[in-house]
């Protein structure tokens, strides 16, 4: 078994990850609505900081950092510590294979503070905004939606505006001002594992991003674009 501790401060136990949890993260089915990923999380969970054999709940009540946290590390006891990524260049005149190899060990953790939810002040109606982190109860809610925005990502978040409940329809009067402003707010006060991966296109030099966890070299290895 492995024991590591969570960006929330939470210890986890974790064991490998064997043919029946490569098998759910081939399941289309349920990798769409994102219990793929959250069976994986519960059956390699052994513990969770005093809690043995930790329940679908306990898994789903994770902050989002933690459950990255726990799918990087499930990564690396299970397959290594680097993950070898072909990157293919988004310039369509291009279209080149990049190979990025990520070592996992070198990716920045940053920990989560005491607070739970969080005040801020928009910046143009003044308006009092009060949100909280992102969980797997959040994430599978936002999985369940048809069509899966941006305002939804950041109502999902919002515990209410001025003391009222929040609304798609508040969201979408708020102004582009308040919303970055209220978007950037979210962005730093989140914590986990920053999976970013970053590089240039060898053959055009067009600048190549994305999330290591999206591409299929993370979990699995050799397979080609």
Do not use: W
């Not at 490569?22 to 052994?46: F, H, K, P, S, Y």
């Not at 290594?80 to 990157?87: C, H, Y």
């Not at 809610?141 to 919002?158: D, F, G, H, N, V």
């Amino acid at each position: 078994m492995h024991i590591f501790e969570l960006p929330s401060g939470t210890e986890v136990e974790l064991r490998e990850m064997t043919g029946a949890e490569e098998e759910l993260l081939t399941n289309q089915r349920l990798i769409r609505n994102g219990d793929a990923v959250n069976q994986v999380l519960r059956n390699c969970t052994v513990r969770l900081g005093e809690i043995e054999e930790p329940s679908m709940k306990d898994v789903l009540d994770l902050l989002s950092g933690d459950r990255l946290f726990i799918l990087v590390k499930l990564r690396q006891i299970s397959l290594g510590d680097e993950a070898e990524l072909e990157l293919l260049c988004p310039n369509t005149a291009c279209r080149a294979a990049n190979i990025v190899t990520v070592n996992m060990d070198d990716l920045e953790v940053t920990p989560y503070g005491e607070e739970r939810e969080f005040t801020f002040d928009l910046p143009g109606s003044k308006r009092k905004v009060r949100f909280g982190y992102l969980d797997g109860q959040k994430e599978k809610r936002l999985a369940a939606l048809k069509e899966p925005s941006i305002s939804s990502a950041m109502l999902i978040r919002l515990i209410d505006i001025d003391g009222a409940a929040p609304s798609k329809k508040l969201m979408n009067d708020m102004s582009l001002r308040d919303r970055s402003a209220l978007r950037q707010e979210m962005l730093r006060v989140d914590a986990g594992v920053d999976t970013t991966v970053e590089t240039e296109c060898e053959t055009c030099g067009i600048r190549i991003r994305t999330r290591l966890e999206a591409e299929p070299g993370f979990l699995f290895p050799g397979v080609r674009l």
